[in-house]
């Protein structure tokens, strides 16, 4: 159920200071996060080859790290170079680590095949450290199947009735978007025009306006979207022709810790020529607030199909992106599974 040739997000960059062993669990596979002394970072599998004691639980020497069961220490590489007692260390005295690439204050690790970890397939995203933008990052655990919020992220239709207190709007369900195949997922668009603004800012933002969703979803889990709002045009298709006001990045990414749990990690910020921290603090407190109605509603969900898992779904015309979303990830994995590519 989990594509392994990915980048996956570990934690935001605050989450790993110098000095700390952080624990992390992606995809079933356990890790151990540490930085080395020139502050890049080290992803081992959290399991000394020894009696598999966690490595999360022990210190940091130099670029090393230290087994503090019985004292193993292993390098950057996740070779042995010390066993207290004994002088030969034999080759199989290893553990496995994986590609780390930090990039826009999140930390990638590659999970499948190191050879393929071509740092090129690292999502966009835009972190917290942009200068040019107010970005408010945090996260968030379901006790949910991971693909089951990457279904809720590829169906904005949602939004009228789960986020009915904050964010709103009848245009969400009663239109379609446009949906662009990607390689590796699919970029939705939407223009609602000259709409009452999100309920959560409405006390802020009265009128109406024209409103853009642009966003892609990359496997296995990383969603990127542009929100902007203009003043009402005239157009009809296509761009709104009416005056820029509020521009936007959120950037999130839902990361599987297990079959039945992951992480969501998620930001929303503006731009600071077109926002003041006052709106900063809005988007913030907004999507933290929405991102804990998805949680509730997913949850149940999932708790729903675990009661009866053969059960069927029925879909409707809000669910194209949703399954050539399922369509790309099974093939995907088939792929790693059997080695063959599927037709």
């Known amino acids: 159920m989990f594509v392994k040739n990915c980048w996956y997000v570990a934690g935001w960059d605050y989450d790993l200071p110098q000095g700390k062993v952080l624990a992390r669990t992606i995809i079933d596979q356990p ?88 740092p090129a397939l690292v999502p966009f995203s835009v972190g917290p450290g942009d200068p040019d933008w107010d970005i408010r990052p945090s996260s968030l655990v379901f006790d949910a199947d991971y693909r089951l919020v990457i279904d809720n992220l590829l169906d904005f239709s949602h939004l009228t009735y789960v986020h009915r207190k904050t964010f709103g709007g009848d245009e969400f369900s009663r239109s379609l978007p446009t949906i662009t195949r990607l390689d590796r997922g699919m970029r939705v668009e939407r223009w609602v025009r ?14 109406r306006y024209d409103m853009l969703t642009d966003y892609s979803v990359v496997m296995p889990c990383v969603f990127v979207m542009r929100f902007q709002v203009y003043s009402p045009g005239t157009a009809t298709e296509g761009p709104s022709n009416g ?22 990690y998620f930001s929303w910020g503006a731009s600071k020529a077109t926002a003041t921290p006052e709106i900063g603090d809005l988007l913030y407190e907004g999507i933290h607030k929405a991102f804990l109605e998805d949680k509730e509603m997913i949850e149940a969900q999932y708790r729903n199909i675990r009661r009866d898992p053969g059960r069927p779904n029925m879909s409707t015309a809000h669910d194209v992106a949703v399954n050539q979303m399922h369509a790309l990830m099974k093939r995907h994995i088939a792929e790693e599974t059997t080695g063959v590519a599927a037709e």
């Open 31 to 118: 890790l151990a996060l540490y930085r080395r002394e020139d502050g890049s970072v080290v992803a081992m599998e959290d399991r000394c080859c020894h009696r598999q004691a966690a490595l999360h639980l022990g210190e940091i020497e130099g670029d090393c790290l230290r087994c503090m069961y019985h004292g193993m220490k292993f390098d950057p590489s996740g070779r042995c170079v010390d066993i207290p007692g004994q002088d030969i260390i034999p080759v199989k005295a290893r553990v496995r680590t994986y590609p780390v690439i930090e990039r826009d204050n999140w930390i990638w690790v590659w999970m499948g095949d190191p050879a393929l970890a071509d």
């Open 194 to 207: 000259n709409v009452p603004a999100l309920v959560f800012v409405q006390h802020i933002m009265d009128g």
């Open 243 to 264: 005056q820029l006001l509020l521009d936007t990045w959120t950037c999130q990414s839902v990361v599987p810790v297990s079959a039945g749990q992951c992480i969501y």
